[in-house]
């Protein structure tokens, strides 16, 4: 596959660019809204072109599909022009900035033939997919509750627009709520319906929030509790499902890297739950290139982000109202 970037992000130096290689891959070209930007990124990757206009990658007839790690405002006009011009698209999360936007971004992809995807990554774990894979198989019976712990310290080189900037999307909802809506979608099969939350902001940043926690209903009768922030360095990760016949625990799980430790408990046992530590990125594209190739979907479909996005909004709105929230996926549709 021919990848075009449009981002000179983090991500993609750090985890994207190394996943289209390893499978197989050529990046062509990236596109920042800066030009020394750009050149020094493409020169720091090994990449042959770079420029500032979308067309550096949307012209190049054989790039077949693009990479969209830009900051999140961006996403969607981003997405749409490569749809148009008849690429595949990877986007980040969250898809766009309302739940509507991300809506018509699956819908173009849709009416133009085109696989368009969510990198939701935690999906594609090996620790994930074996969790859900207990909860499919019965080992802990009716799932009754499911708890996501996502407290993380942003790191300083990320504390810029994250957590100054909510016009370009910043806050810790879209950024790290989404991942964890698409984690409970993925491990119990549902979305939630209707949210309580609060959020606050610290001081890290200004203007967006940097911790949210929030209750979710899901439409079993299961109830799923969420704590996202970007303030905390020694809370480490994980979450929790309870049923009715047994327990799952995985600490450390809700990371970028193929890590962490599960257990099960039933009245019957206590034991360690083994995964595949392959590369959750490595694995999303992989997925994404079947989906091209006419096998089967991306992990995460854009229909995954658009939802993923609503739980997240609102979760926001009720954070910001007190009052708790349908979530409303009839956008979404
Ligand atoms: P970065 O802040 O590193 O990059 C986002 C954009 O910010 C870049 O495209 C670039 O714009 C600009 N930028 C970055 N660094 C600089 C700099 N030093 N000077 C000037 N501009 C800069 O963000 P991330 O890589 O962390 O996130 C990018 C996207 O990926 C977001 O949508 C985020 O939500 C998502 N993400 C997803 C993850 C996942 O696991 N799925 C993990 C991390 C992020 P330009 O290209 O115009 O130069």
């Not at 606050?200 to 704590?227: F, L, R, T, Y």
């Not at 990125?281 to 997925?287: A, K, L, W």
């Amino acid at each position: 596959m021919r990848w075009g970037l449009i981002g000179a992000s983090t991500i993609a130096e750090q985890h994207m660019i190394g996943a289209f290689r390893a499978t197989g891959g050529d990046v062509k070209a990236v596109v920042s809204t800066t030009a020394t930007r750009a050149k020094d990124f493409a020169n720091k990757n090994g990449i042959a072109g770079a420029g500032t206009e979308l067309s550096v990658v949307l012209d190049d007839p054989s790039i077949e599909a693009v990479y969209i790690s830009s900051m999140n405002e961006k996403h969607r006009a981003q997405a749409l022009a490569a749809i148009g011009a008849g690429k595949h698209v990877l986007c980040e999360k969250p898809l766009a900035m309302t739940v509507a936007e991300a809506a018509g971004m699956v819908m173009a992809a849709d009416k133009a033939g085109r696989v368009f995807a969510t990198n939701h990554h935690l999906r594609c774990s090996g620790s994930h997919r074996a969790i859900r894979d207990l909860i499919v198989r019965g080992r802990i019976g009716r799932v009754l509750s499911l708890r996501l712990f996502h407290a993380v310290h942003l790191p300083e080189s990320l504390q810029g627009w994250r957590i100054n900037d909510a016009a370009a999307g910043g806050g810790v909802i879209p950024d790290i709520t989404v991942h964890d809506a698409d984690v409970a979608r993925f491990l119990l099969g549902e979305d939630p319906s209707a949210v309580v939350a609060q959020m606050g902001a610290s001081g890290m940043g200004q203007g967006v929030e940097d911790s949210a926690m929030s209750v979710w209903s899901m439409p079993s009768g299961a109830m799923v509790m969420s704590h996202e922030s970007f303030t905390h360095p020694f809370a480490g990760s994980g979450l929790e499902v309870h049923g009715s016949e047994g327990s799952i625990f995985a600490r450390g799980v809700m990371t970028q890297q193929p890590v962490g430790e599960i257990e099960l408990v039933t009245a019957a046992c206590r034991e360690a739950v083994p995964f595949p530590a392959h590369s959750l990125y490595v694995q999303g594209v992989r997925d994404f290139l079947s989906a091209v190739a006419g096998q089967g979907q991306p992990a995460a479909a854009g229909v995954d982000g658009v939802a993923s996005l609503a739980v997240a909004l609102a979760v926001r709105e009720a954070a910001r109202t007190g009052i708790r929230q349908v979530v409303d996926y009839a956008r979404a549709a």
